[in-house]
């Protein structure tokens, strides 16, 4: 099946740097992509859709200038999480679409867990 | 998005069959239905897709009754390695409201 690879897995920062979490997709073109964030027991929240080659989509209450997301190609977009705090520490998962299918499926990557110190 | 219902969480016994049952009342006739797995710290995976009657993979089967208006996701002879989270989702193609339930919370036990 299609792979989406998420880096980095992990990442520990001090409060008030940023951090960039990659995502892509291997062997398909992702002509969308989804952001999610993950607290622990938690369900996936969604935080934004990014359509490549235009500005993302944010859902109510996740700040746009906090979350920079860029999806440049069919093949990447990132997401910023820019003078992060420690309230931002959370689990961070990208998906993709693969557009080549008729029915909805998504692709996820492998999360990354952001710890802020 | 129509918006799912599923129980918080199940327990089971390892060989056992699981039934996982989502509500989504409110589904479109355009929508798929959509399993997926999530162990902790990891990403969702992609379990089970269906629009209705019966579909059934190397890991499970999804039961969708003729109105749709909720699916059945059975996992047969369930081991620890199937405890994890179970979503569905519902959505079609060209929607972009990939919004999550709350999941379903499956422990197996020995």
């Known amino acids: 099946g299609a792979v989406v690879s998420q880096h980095p897995s992990r990442v520990i920062c001090k409060s008030g740097t940023s951090v960039k979490i990659e995502c892509r997709s291997l062997?398909?073109?992702?002509?969308?992509m989804f952001w999610y964030r993950q607290f622990p027991k938690q369900s996936l929240m969604l935080m934004a859709t990014?359509?490549?080659?235009?500005?993302?989509?944010?859902e109510q209450g996740v700040e746009k200038d906090k979350f920079l997301i860029n999806h440049a190609s069919l093949t990447l977009s990132t997401l910023t999480v820019t003078s992060a705090h420690p309230e931002d520490s959370s689990f961070y998962i990208c998906?993709?679409?693969?557009?080549?299918?008729?029915?909805?499926?998504?692709?996820f990557g492998s999360g990354t867990q952001l710890s802020v110190l | 998005l129509a918006k799912t219902t599923q129980p918080i969480s199940m327990d089971s016994y390892e060989g056992q069959e699981v039934n996982i049952t989502c509500s989504h009342n409110?589904?479109?006739?355009?929508?798929?239905i959509t399993w997926y797995q999530q162990f902790p710290s990891q990403g969702p995976r992609f379990i089970i897709q269906?629009?209705?009657t019966k579909v059934t993979n190397e890991v499970a089967s999804l039961f969708i009754p003729a109105d749709r208006k909720s699916s059945t996701l059975s996992l047969p002879r369930v081991s620890l390695s199937d405890t994890a989270v179970y979503y569905c989702?519902?959505?079609?193609?060209?929607?972009?409201?990939?919004?999550f339930g709350a999941g379903t919370r499956l422990t197996v036990k020995p």
């Open positions: 269906g629009y209705k």
């Open positions: 989702l519902v959505g079609f193609y060209n929607n972009n409201d990939m919004r």
């Open positions: 409110n589904i479109a006739t355009n929508d798929y």
């Open positions: 062997d398909f073109q992702a002509t969308t």
């Open positions: 990014s359509n490549e080659g235009s500005k993302a989509t944010y």
């Open positions: 998906s993709a679409r693969d557009g080549g299918w008729a029915n909805e499926k998504l692709f």
